[in-house]
Structure formats: structure tokens, C-alpha cells
């Protein structure tokens, strides 16, 4: 029995090892002062998503509202897990972050493997077609072969954005740890 415990430990071990040699998430940038007038991109998002995401009457009937939150989750799930001003963040809400990310993708139908600067980069020009009154050229946007399913499917999402509990979850434990580290 001994041996067997002590193969078990190694193994285990060994795969934790594993997990340590992942390389980095794909981190994207955002323009500066995108998030209002915080000239700190990370806090505004961190509030952004936490916000939106509290609740799901926070985003019904308002596509921009929800890709603003999309484009938060994206930009936070490699931010929070590259930079060094996030050390002291919990691991757990860094991967939780992460796994919000692959939720959100997938609600909206944008491909896994998609680079995170790509997908920041459709969904921001996709907000600022709407913003500009442009539903048909948003509409081409969701097109892109970043998609995964047609546009209306998309935008009907983006219009009724559904209860993502892991996004909810990560984003209210950015805050929380945000606000209570300053």
C-alpha cells in the first residue's frame, strides 16, 4: 500500500508540474481610456463587468452593454494572469477569469482558438458600428469568420445576454479583490 500512495503523489506532482509550464493566455491591449475616463484600463474593466454581469436586466435590450462586458472578460482573462501589478490576486479567481472567458466565447459563438487581440479588436469595431447607429454593418461584423454562427444568432444574444455564472462569478471577485487591495 505504501509504494501505491507514493506512486499516486508522484503522479500528481508530475501533473502539477505540467500545469506550471503552460504558456502564457493570450493577452489582448485596449485603447487607452476605453473603460470612461479611467486612464487605468484594468480597473475600469474589473468594474465594468462586475457591474453588467451582476445581473442580466443590467445587459437585456442593450448590445453595446453586453459587448462592453464581453470585451472586459476578454481583455481581464490574460490581463489578470500576465501582469505583475495582479500578484497578489487570488490564483483561483485568475483561472476562474479564464473560464469566463471560454463561457462568454462560447454564449457569443466566437471561436476558441481565436487570438484575444482579435477578438477585442471585432468586438470593439462591432460596439462602435452600434454606437454610430449602424446595425447592418455590426451585423457584417458578427460574419467574420471569427464567428461561429450566423449574426442573428449573435445579436440575439447580445439582446437578451443570458446569466454566465462563471463571468459573474470572476468579475465579482476582480472587484472584491481590487477594492479591498486599492
Same mark, same amino acid.
Given at each position: 500500500m505504501p509504494a501505491r500512495f507514493a506512486a499516486v503523489v508522484a503522479c500528481a506532482a508530475s501533473l502539477a508540474a505540467c500545469g506550471l509550464e503552460q504558456p502564457p493566455?493570450?493577452?489582448?491591449?485596449?485603447?487607452?481610456?476605453f473603460?470612461?475616463?479611467w486612464i487605468d484600463n484594468d480597473i475600469g474593466a474589473i468594474n465594468e463587468a462586475a457591474y453588467a454581469l451582476g445581473a442580466p436586466s443590467r445587459t437585456h435590450g442593450d448590445p453595446i452593454e453586453a459587448l462592453r462586458a464581453a470585451v472586459a472578460v476578454e481583455y481581464l482573462a490574460g490581463e489578470l494572469n500576465t501582469?505583475?501589478?495582479w500578484?497578489? +490576486?487570488?490564483?483561483?479567481?485568475?483561472? /476562474?477569469?479564464?473560464? =469566463?472567458?471560454v463561457e462568454f466565447r462560447k454564449v457569443l459563438g466566437i471561436r476558441e482558438d481565436a487570438p484575444s487581440q482579435a477578438v477585442v479588436n471585432t468586438l470593439i469595431?462591432? +460596439?462602435?458600428?452600434?454606437?454610430?447607429? /449602424?446595425?447592418?454593418? =455590426?451585423?457584417?461584423?458578427?460574419?467574420?469568420?471569427?464567428f461561429l454562427q450566423p449574426?442573428?444568432?449573435?445579436?440575439?444574444?447580445?439582446n437578451d445576454l443570458p446569466y454566465l455564472p462563471a463571468a459573474r462569478v470572476a468579475t465579482a471577485d476582480a472587484e472584491q479583490q481590487?477594492?479591498?487591495d486599492g
Open positions: 493566455p493570450s493577452t489582448a491591449q485596449l485603447p487607452p481610456y473603460y470612461g475616463t501582469a505583475p501589478r500578484y497578489r +490576486m487570488s490564483p483561483i479567481t485568475k483561472m /476562474d477569469m479564464l473560464q =469566463a472567458r469595431w462591432a +460596439m462602435w458600428q452600434l454606437e454610430h447607429g /449602424d446595425q447592418a454593418a =455590426a451585423m457584417k461584423v458578427f460574419a467574420s469568420p471569427l449574426p442573428d444568432r449573435t445579436w440575439a444574444v447580445l481590487e477594492f479591498r
